[in-house]
């Protein structure tokens, strides 16, 4: 099986990718992973055109179509999002509007190969759950648009430099066993 970890911040070297780091280790041992970082694709504001609605393709041409291919290579797909003012940092949100040919809500539509599993971990600075929640609901939402089945989710919260992350470790890495578990269910 093929996982594809997307470090959802610009960030390549804070807690979002030692949180990416950990998973990429723990699924490496079961799993063929690829771990990109939004900040390696160059993409482009969605212009609000709507040919895609009747075409299923987007008129610009940038590295969407690139993360799509890594969407369409994995079978699991985790998504790990900070908080950036209560949401998705903005060039992750970028991607998702630039993922409208893939949407299911409208004819035609590109799809993705059935049978895909996401999962989400979102971090937070501050003590509250509710942020990590609304994070995990945009990702979700997302998956579910492109017909991706939501089968996991961990919130972590006062995390915000990377040092904080190791103190967090075990419970990444039980996420991960859980993600490794439920894969081996779904092969037999």
């Not at 790990?80 to 630039?98: H, L, N």
């Not at 993922?99 to 409208?106: E, L």
């Not at 599993?117 to 609304?134: D, F, I, Q």
């Not at 996991?152 to 904080?164: F, I, Q, T």
Request: charged share 25%; with cysteine.
């Amino acid at each position: 099986m093929n996982a594809l970890i997307i470090n959802c911040s610009p960030v390549r070297d804070g807690a979002t990718a030692a949180i990416a780091e950990i998973i990429t280790r723990q699924l490496s041992a079961r799993f063929s992973v690829r771990s990109v970082c939004i900040d390696d694709y160059n993409i482009a504001f969605c212009r609000g055109c709507r040919s895609c609605h009747q075409t299923a393709e987007c008129v610009m041409h940038d590295d969407v179509e690139r993360l799509m291919q890594e969407f369409e290579r994995a079978d699991i797909i985790i998504c790990v999002s900070p908080s950036y003012w209560a949401d998705v940092p903005g060039q992750f949100k970028t991607f998702i509007d630039r993922c409208t040919p893939w949407c299911n809500t409208h004819e035609p539509y590109a799809s993705l190969t059935p049978g895909k599993k996401g999962y989400v971990v979102a971090l937070r600075t501050g003590p509250g759950m509710k942020e990590c929640e609304r994070i995990i609901s945009t990702i979700e939402h997302f998956y579910g648009h492109l017909e991706i089945q939501c089968c996991g989710r961990l919130g972590l919260c006062g995390v915000e430099y990377r040092e904080a992350v190791e103190s967090r470790q075990k419970e990444i890495e039980a996420f991960c066993g859980t993600i490794m578990e439920e894969a081996k269910t779904d092969e037999t």
